[in-house]
């Protein structure tokens, strides 16, 4: 079925003022759901896919008994019912009220028909545009408020229910195009500081009575996911076998499972050139990227626990969307996130007196809390404090999963904490406050500095990553020859470990592979994409700054270990410096232990030159992007169109220096400290230093390691060292 002229896409609603004129906002709340119904026959108006769903007709006429039962019949004097009848067809759960007819058979309710249900809107409408003709006392604004935020509520209702309807159909109609969620950027995880927190609406602004009141709690410190969990993602937990394995589920969950023979998200379908999912514009392949939908909350709860992490609680969810919005994608367009949080009463919490406290209070059992939005949901309907509630074996509605986990104790470094915000903010902070101005370059590397330095590994002036990659595509066979049986590789300053596949590939007798790196987005997709390529490898990535001690990953007790550390990193550091790296790394491989260094060597100041100052603008936006980051994490307020990129060669020092120049004078605040530049004066962001073999060799000597061989490629001249 195609959408029709008259049916508004979901990318063109716009959100209407939630303030302002009253009638003005009726109308416009009313017409959005006759556009909504609008692609629909009356014969999809009338049908009932299940018990939980309810015909788009009979939601059209419940909305609008809720306006003539609650506000015309007691306030619009000489207001005459439209027909009586419809008190008991349209009543939903209103024991107040009086009798209903049963929600599962809504369907039945042939009579009366849709062209009437209509004229029942238009004669409500009309009714309701007399009452709101004057100044509305108080108590009507209230209430019609109220009757407006339900409407919307069934508008998403309306969609939930077609799309269940639609794909319980063999000939797999659509509703039409616009409402399917697109993909956020790569992950990351967002510490939150926690401690006594206010969560809950207060009263300036409306709310559903179940969001107040407005109390304190105490959260320990935890992480959350920048973005929702995609289909890719899901696809390796049913890969995995994650619903035929007992041991993730809750026992209601699993029996859920096994009764209803459960094998994937509710609208995946299997074709025959992989998955289908169902969606409101019909069956189309399945988008890895997008976020997940239609999961309930026992699958929601078993994946976090395949993934080893668990659900937010939704006073951590309301916490981070009020303190950290800019940090997190996908809050309120996308779906309703499940929480940890069963569906109760806040403390104070008391029902509104009269019918309309049935709203709300009377469902608080046995159901769980979802947040956020959907791309179902009305433009404007949700906020931070908005609580959802479903039952927790229910699929149909637009669900899905964000991710959250505890910060680990004693500061150990885990996801989201991009290797410390007290270590950044202490490394920024210092850095500006010396002459001349300098910030290590370990703090390029957030989620988006991460995805900015492989697109400068693609670009056709940066050599080291093109050079290396063919060298050790070359030797990686002599490499493997030399690794041991069941041996564990530690890599330093990880990345995307795109040229750890060579050895992995070469040397399958490996037994597990440690990546360690300070970009922890890049760290969880890296070693994500490896355990699911390499299944019989043993993945333990480790989130901390490679340059400081730390303990040995589990994995690699009881295995020789072999330390790889590409792509010329080495270089980031001073000769003393990387004396110092090299010693650490003796100590942490251990005797027996072998290290395989990439580093690159010295050249024309014209090719180098070039490799750190594209023509494409990448490396420039890389560096630019320290900027941006300071300003989102540190509470900066740097302009960074203010500032030029600029790489120069320091040949007396035989290194690329990287620096931000000021464009004129200015003062840029970072958390309050204010820093003056003068016009011209540089912040000096990296340096990176280029070799001869024999500067690696001896740093490596002074470090305890003994050249076992060398390769060098040609120009422009990269070497791989192994030493042992």
């Known amino acids: 079925m195609a959408m029709t002229d008259q049916q508004t896409a979901h990318g063109a609603e716009t959100e209407i003022p939630a303030t302002g004129d009253l009638a003005a906002r009726y109308r416009s709340v009313r017409a959005r759901s006759v556009s909504r119904a609008a692609p629909l026959s009356a014969e999809d108006q009338q049908a009932q896919s299940m018990p939980d769903t309810s015909p788009t007709k009979w939601h059209l006429a419940h909305i609008t008994w809720f306006f003539e039962t609650f506000l015309l019949t007691p306030n619009l004097p000489g207001y005459r019912p439209f027909d009586p009848s419809f008190g008991y067809l349209f009543n939903s759960y209103y024991e107040a009220v009086g009798p209903r007819h049963p929600r599962p058979a809504r369907g039945l309710i042939t009579r009366p028909a849709l062209e009437h249900v209509m004229a029942y809107r238009r004669w409500v409408d009309v009714a309701m545009e007399r009452l709101l003709a004057g100044e509305p006392w108080p108590e009507i604004e209230a209430l019609v408020t109220l009757g407006l935020a339900h409407e919307e509520q069934h508008q998403e209702l309306m969609l939930m229910d077609v799309l269940h309807l639609f794909a319980q159909s063999p000939l797999k109609p659509a509703y039409g195009p616009g409402f399917q969620p697109g993909a956020a950027a790569s992950a990351r995880w967002i510490s939150v500081e926690g401690g006594r927190v206010a969560i809950g609406a207060d009263a300036d602004a409306f709310a559903f009575d179940n969001e107040g009141p407005r109390h304190e709690t105490l959260l320990r410190p935890y992480r959350l996911a920048s973005r929702l969990v995609t289909n890719r993602e899901w696809l390796a937990f049913v890969d995995d076998g994650g619903y035929a394995r007992a041991d993730l589920w809750l026992s209601d969950g699993w029996t859920r499972v096994r009764e209803e023979g459960w094998e ?101 059992m046995g159901q769980m809390v979802l947040r956020g939005g959907a791309s179902v949901t009305p433009p404007g309907h949700t906020r931070a404090t ?219 100041t014209s090719v180098l030159t070039a490799a750190y100052d594209d023509a494409a603008g990448v490396t420039a936006a890389f560096n630019k992007n320290l900027l941006v980051r300071i300003n989102r994490e540190l509470g900066g307020d740097f302009d960074a169109k203010a500032f030029d990129h600029k790489a120069v060669w320091n040949a007396v020092d035989s290194r690329i220096e990287m620096h931000l120049v000021s464009q004129r004078a200015q003062t840029v605040r970072v958390g309050g400290t204010a820093f003056r530049f003068k016009a011209g004066e540089s912040l000096h962001t990296e340096n990176s230093y280029k070799f001869t073999v024999e500067d690696v060799t001896g740093m490596a000597r002074r470090a305890g390691w003994t050249l076992i061989e060398r390769w060098i490629a040609p120009p422009p001249a990269f070497a791989v060292f192994l030493f042992g």
């Open 386 to 604: 908005y609580r959802n509630f479903f039952y927790p074996h229910q699929r149909w509605m637009f669900s899905g999963v964000r991710l959250a986990e505890d910060a680990p104790a004693g500061g150990v470094v885990s996801i989201g904490d991009e290797g410390g915000a007290e270590r950044f903010r202490h490394d920024v902070l210092t850095g500006l406050a010396r002459s001349p101005k300098s910030i290590p370059p370990k703090w390029f590397y957030d989620a988006e500095g991460s995805d900015l330095f492989e697109a400068i590994c693609e670009a056709p002036e940066y050599y080291p990553t093109r050079t290396e990659t063919e060298l050790l595509t070359r030797i990686a066979p002599d490499l493997a020859a030399r690794i041991p049986r069941d041996a564990i590789l530690i890599e330093y300053g990880s990345g995307a470990s795109a040229k750890t596949r060579l050895l992995l590939d070469a040397a399958p007798q490996l037994g597990a592979y440690a990546p360690i790196d300070i970009s922890v987005s890049a760290l969880e997709a890296a070693a994500g994409s490896i355990r699911r390529d390499y299944p019989k490898l043993i993945v333990e990535p480790l989130a901390r700054d490679f340059t400081t001690s730390g303990a040995a990953p589990a994995a690699a007790e009881g295995r020789a270990r072999i330390g790889f550390f590409p792509g010329s990193t080495i270089g980031n550091f001073d000769p003393d410096e990387g004396v110092r790296l090299l010693t650490e790394a003796r100590a942490l491989i251990g005797e027996g232990g072998l290290f395989i260094l990439g580093a690159d060597l010295v050249k024309e």
């Open 264 to 364: 994937s998200p509710l609208y995946w379908q299997r074709g025959e050139g992989g998955w289908l999912e169902t969606g409101l514009a019909g069956p189309r392949p399945l988008d890895l990227d997008a976020p997940t939908l239609h999961v309930s909350y026992y699958e929601a709860d078993a994946y976090a626990t395949w993934a080893g992490k668990r659900l937010p609680t939704e006073a951590e969810w309301e916490h981070a969307a009020v303190s950290r919005p800019e940090a997190f994608a996908q809050l309120y367009d996308a779906a309703w996130q499940w929480t940890a949080s069963a569906y109760l009463g806040y403390p104070g919490f008391a029902p509104a007196k009269g019918a309309v406290g049935e709203y709300n209070g009377k469902f608080m």
